[in-house]
């Protein structure tokens, strides 16, 4: 299995709307890419985040799953339009045996 999993602060424009569409675009990866397991949009609520408060953890069956999600539509324009709200960022990419 092959995992993602990005560490997010954003900026303060990020509001309730913005969210909601994030949301959005999370519901478009599972439904329109191949072999994701998993997509989840959530908050992080470890006390030793250094403020990077939000998380997409997403699980896929390889690491060709994972590189078939990042030029899909769906993830290039979630980029596009998270991109200015995005304060800072971390990823964590990894295979892990089953």
């Given at each position: 299995?092959?995992y993602?999993i990005?560490?997010?602060?954003?900026?303060?424009e990020?509001?309730?709307?913005?969210?909601?569409?994030?949301e959005?675009?999370?519901?478009?990866?599972?439904?329109?890419?191949?072999?994701?397991?998993?997509?989840e949009?959530?908050k992080?609520?470890?006390?030793?985040?250094d403020?990077?408060?939000d998380?997409?953890?997403?699980?896929?069956?390889s690491?060709?799953?994972?590189?078939d999600?990042?030029?899909?539509?769906?993830?290039m324009?979630m980029?596009t339009?998270?991109?200015?709200?995005?304060?800072?960022i971390?990823?964590?990419?990894?295979?892990v045996?089953?």
């Open positions: 299995m092959f993602h990005v560490l997010m602060r954003f900026t303060p990020a509001d309730a709307r913005f969210f909601e569409k994030v959005h675009y999370g519901r478009r990866v599972l439904a329109e890419c191949a072999d994701v397991i998993g997509y949009i959530t992080n609520v470890a006390s030793r985040s403020g990077l408060d998380a997409i953890i997403a699980s896929f069956r690491s060709q799953a994972h590189d999600y990042q030029v899909s539509p769906a993830h324009e980029k339009f998270m991109a200015p709200y995005i304060d800072r971390i990823v964590l990419d990894t295979e045996p089953a």
